[in-house]
């Protein structure tokens, strides 16, 4: 029987709900831990999950018989009910509606890779408003500021 063979490299990037800093550097670990086990459970392979107090970004192998937005939408959910059963933050935690994804080839994974895991230092220079419109328009997406993330100022 002949297989199904894919190399489908995507970014996604998604924030937290009402323009708060709200994931706090003494739990982000076990959130981003979290959310890479989601993605193996899912059968897809989870390349690096990090980010800021913010946001997140996601690097992941997509196996293609499941779509995009069905996996975020479960790592958002799953993700969510985490934080929120841990008691991690006051109130109750929540992601903004909405992500970006963004593909990319086999010779960009260490690069992607590299700037996933320096979201930190990459924060000290520049906004995630300014990172998220870089993406945007590096990827040549049309989009409409009206439907964007409500962003920390």
């Keep these: 029987m002949a297989g199904t063979y894919s190399q489908i490299y995507i970014q996604v990037v ?8 709200l994931i706090n550097k003494t739990w982000k670990k076990d959130l981003c831990s979290y959310i890479s086990g989601i993605i193996t ?7 690096i999950v990090n980010g ?6 996601v690097f992941l192998g997509l196996r293609p018989s499941e779509a995009i937005s069905d996996l975020v939408r479960d790592i ?8 929120n059963k841990n008691g991690w933050t006051p109130g109750k935690f929540s992601w903004q509606e909405g ?13 992607v890779y590299k ?4 979201q930190e230092e ?4 520049k906004t995630f408003r300014e990172e998220y419109l870089g993406f945007l328009r590096e990827f040549d997406i049309d989009f409409d500021d009206r439907y964007l993330f409500e962003w920390i100022e």
């Design 41 to 47: 459970v899912k059968n897809h392979k989870s390349i």
């Design 115 to 118: 700037y996933i895991l320096n």
């Design 14 to 21: 998604f924030s937290v709900k009402g323009k708060q800093n």
């Design 122 to 125: 990459h924060h000290r220079k």
């Design 76 to 83: 958002k959910n799953n993700s969510t009910n985490f934080v």
């Design 99 to 111: 992500y970006g994804a963004f593909s990319y080839s086999w010779s960009q994974l260490a690069t």
């Design 52 to 57: 800021v107090s913010d946001h997140i970004h």
